[in-house]
């Protein structure tokens, strides 16, 4: 059913997860297995975002079934890794293969590094890379959070490593130059032009007659 107003006309589609863009990101995690040894894994997520600012609180949601359910659930702890465009393959790997059947850290060929504040690695080469630890924000009673199809794990970000090179000569962050990639229902997309800065359309225009 449609009604055009103006010229134009609106569909009701069926309800679903159609937010976007959405960020996709590789999140990485790691614990004891129990025998002296270490299980990791590093998963693509695109359901995730911010919570909160002061505390800097963040969120992502995986299904239960999912290798790396378990480790975060057992650490305690687990990396977002923001990745480049040209990284777009072996992010859609991630998301493809399970970590019980392949080491998807080997098979992509991702250079990791010790965090500075967890025990999850952290992917070299991506730009940008928030470490968290599970948190639960008051009023919650569990964590992760079963929603349905998907489980909730809120977390703070306790530690932020950033590529040096994305730093500019004034110690600003140019995340703008880092050429990150977006999901859109289902597909990947490079981070477009620039359009705008947060409050522009508030801003005062300079006299520039003084």
Partial sequence: MSEAIKGRSRIALSPGALLAPL???LVTCACPDGGG???????TVAWTG????????TYISLRPQRYSHGIISRSGEFVINLPTADMTKKLDLCGMLTGAKADKFKRCGFETMSSTAVAAPTIADCPLSLECR????DGV??????LGSHDLFFAEIVSVTADSRL????????????????YLHGEYYAMGRYAGKFGFSVKKKQNTNL
């Fill in 23 to 25: 960020p996709a990101v």
């Fill in 37 to 43: 040894g270490v299980l990791r894994d590093v998963v």
């Fill in 50 to 57: 911010m919570l909160c600012t002061r505390p800097p609180m």
């Fill in 134 to 137: 599970l948190r639960k924000p």
């Fill in 141 to 146: 009673d569990m964590n992760p959070l079963p």
């Fill in 167 to 182: 730093m500019s000569e004034s110690g600003a962050l140019r995340l703008d130059k880092a050429g990150l990639v977006g």
